[in-house]
């Protein structure tokens, strides 16, 4: 498709479901059928829910040549309150071979506020892997839990993602915990301007060279060195 696999735009569209999609891929998930854009684009629309906690609602948003799903708008309103749960995100339907997205898995801009991507349950995962960047976050205060970020869906073998697993470009109050952030060259990237509060708890984080990178981001006295991890031995290749 010339564009975006799934484009829900605008105020009124809220409270949809999109579950058991192939979005970007062929009908087995298995081969790469691109659309042109994202995969899935909620432009200025609020409440919706893309996948969901068991196989049959999980989407594949694969082998885009955008984004896997952006959420965002060019319209007056934000895009707000959206949850993003259980899919395959740049991987195969199997959840093990690289069906990498052109940009990043999952795109939060910066007039979104408030969305979640993942859960707090295991069944809430997404795995995000094999993308350029996993997720990349602006706005204000998004959730990012529990999802697998540069590795297969079992959590055994690395998929990186080619660039950062997850980025914090001036995202304010946004949290990043209980998330398995492996393979890729930086795990969490953060470039937050100074003030910006950012609290990242993700107690798995393992990345080819920087473990946390830090640009220009002043990072809370609460982020202990215990809360990412640091041993070159975890990585996972």
């Given at each position: 498709i010339w564009g975006a696999g799934i484009h829900v735009i605008g105020t009124a569209a809220t409270g949809n479901v999109l579950q058991g999609?192939?979005?970007?891929?062929d009908p087995t998930g298995i081969f790469a059928m691109p659309n042109q854009g994202d995969g899935?684009?909620?432009?200025?629309?609020?409440?919706?829910?893309?996948?969901?906690?068991?196989?049959?609602?999980?989407?594949?948003?694969s082998a885009n040549n955008g984004d896997g799903v952006f959420i965002g708008t060019n319209l007056a309103s934000g895009a707000n309150n959206n949850v993003v749960e259980g899919n395959y995100i740049g991987v195969d339907a199997d959840g093990d071979e690289a069906l990498s997205n052109g940009a990043r898995g999952v795109h939060l801009d910066s007039n979104a506020t408030g969305n979640v991507i993942g859960g707090d349950s295991p069944a809430s995962r997404n795995v995000i892997s094999g993308n350029g960047t996993g997720v990349w976050l602006n706005g204000?205060?998004?959730?990012?839990?529990?999802?697998?970020?540069?590795?297969?869906?079992?959590?055994?073998?690395?998929?990186?993602n080619t660039e950062v697993g997850v980025r914090l470009e001036g995202c304010a109050l946004c949290s990043v915990q209980g998330n398995v952030i492996s393979g890729n060259?930086?795990?969490?990237?953060?470039?937050a301007g100074l003030g910006v509060a950012v609290a990242v708890q993700s107690p798995e984080v393992y990345s080819t060279s920087a473990r946390l990178l830090v640009e220009g981001a002043e990072i809370p006295d609460s982020l202990a060195a215990s809360t990412v991890q640091t041993g070159a031995a975890e990585q996972l290749e």
């Amino acid at each position: 498709i010339w564009g975006a696999g799934i484009h829900v735009i605008g105020t009124a569209a809220t409270g949809n479901v999109l579950q058991g999609n192939k979005i970007g891929t062929d009908p087995t998930g298995i081969f790469a059928m691109p659309n042109q854009g994202d995969g899935v684009s909620l432009n200025g629309a609020s409440g919706n829910f893309v996948g969901g906690t068991t196989a049959a609602a999980r989407n594949i948003i694969s082998a885009n040549n955008g984004d896997g799903v952006f959420i965002g708008t060019n319209l007056a309103s934000g895009a707000n309150n959206n949850v993003v749960e259980g899919n395959y995100i740049g991987v195969d339907a199997d959840g093990d071979e690289a069906l990498s997205n052109g940009a990043r898995g999952v795109h939060l801009d910066s007039n979104a506020t408030g969305n979640v991507i993942g859960g707090d349950s295991p069944a809430s995962r997404n795995v995000i892997s094999g993308n350029g960047t996993g997720v990349w976050l602006n706005g204000n205060g998004h959730v990012v839990e529990d999802n697998f970020i540069g590795i297969d869906y079992l959590g055994g073998r690395a998929i990186p993602n080619t660039e950062v697993g997850v980025r914090l470009e001036g995202c304010a109050l946004c949290s990043v915990q209980g998330n398995v952030i492996s393979g890729n060259p930086v795990g969490i990237l953060l470039t937050a301007g100074l003030g910006v509060a950012v609290a990242v708890q993700s107690p798995e984080v393992y990345s080819t060279s920087a473990r946390l990178l830090v640009e220009g981001a002043e990072i809370p006295d609460s982020l202990a060195a215990s809360t990412v991890q640091t041993g070159a031995a975890e990585q996972l290749e």
